[in-house]
């Protein structure tokens, strides 16, 4: 069975700090994919990241950046010199690389950056 | 690309009543959508994948005689909630699949049933 856990519920930082989510997948399939959404609280989520199980290269994107390591089931993301604009909830997620592909979401990590 | 709209995006409705919610990706053809239920403070719950041209595939649990789902095109996916009662509230998500790996989800439907 496949499980993803976000094992912090809350953060709350200063905005400018760094600040890291982290996230822990199982999976006992080779071929995955991996997904982190952010849900700002109009609800709507927004697609960040995907990442397949092959690709372990660090990614950066502008502030943000996601560290992929197999070793230890482990996809971890990370925003630099935070802002207010990023308080919202993030989710990671896992699909199956193969079939329908459902995703199957962690419970969340709300972030609240104060100014 | 990849936007995902949802409508209505907020309904009251009264208990007993059926409420109609569509899905549609408007750049992008989907062969596979999905339908998701979010209760306040908690992750999305997976209900149903929509497949177009065919019968939907119900997570277990979810009753399929009261979340009906059409997938008529490959751009429209549509939830009813038939005979909504006040334990049907909530935030109504769906998304579909782009490609084979990535799903874009649309904005949400609120759902209160008085």
């Known amino acids: 069975a496949q499980k993803v856990t976000q094992a912090q519920t809350e953060i709350s930082v200063v905005e400018k700090e760094d600040v890291t989510l982290d996230c822990v997948y199982e999976?006992?399939?080779?071929?995955?994919?991996l997904f982190w959404y952010k849900q700002p609280p109009s609800g709507e989520l927004v697609f960040l990241i995907r990442?397949?199980?092959?690709?372990?290269q660090n990614e950066i994107s502008g502030r943000y950046s996601w560290n992929f390591q197999k070793s230890t089931s482990s996809f971890n993301f990370t925003i630099t010199a935070s802002q207010v604009v990023d308080s919202a909830v993030y989710f990671c997620?896992?699909?199956?690389?193969?079939?329908?592909?459902?995703?199957?979401f962690g419970q969340g990590t709300r972030l609240t950056i104060n100014p | 690309g990849a936007v995902v709209s949802q409508h209505p995006s907020r309904v009251i409705c009264k208990s007993g009543t059926s409420v109609k919610i569509e899905c549609r990706s408007l750049?992008?053809?989907?062969?596979?959508m999905f339908w998701y239920r979010q209760f306040p403070k908690q992750s999305l719950m997976l209900m149903a994948t929509?497949?177009?041209?065919?019968?939907?595939?119900?997570e277990q649990g979810v009753e399929k005689d009261k979340f009906l789902i059409n997938h008529a095109s490959l751009t429209l996916s549509t939830l009813t909630v038939t005979s909504a009662h006040p334990e049907d509230s909530s935030f109504y998500i769906c998304?579909?699949?782009?490609?084979?790996?990535?799903?874009?989800f649309g904005p949400g439907t609120r759902l209160l049933v008085l």
């Open positions: 998304s579909a699949r782009r490609g084979q790996e990535t799903q874009y």
């Open positions: 999976t006992r399939d080779t071929t995955y994919y």
């Open positions: 990442r397949n199980s092959f690709d372990e």
């Open positions: 997620a896992l699909s199956r690389g193969q079939g329908a592909q459902k995703l199957v």
């Open positions: 750049d992008f053809q989907a062969t596979t």
């Open positions: 929509s497949n177009e041209g065919s019968k939907a595939t119900y």
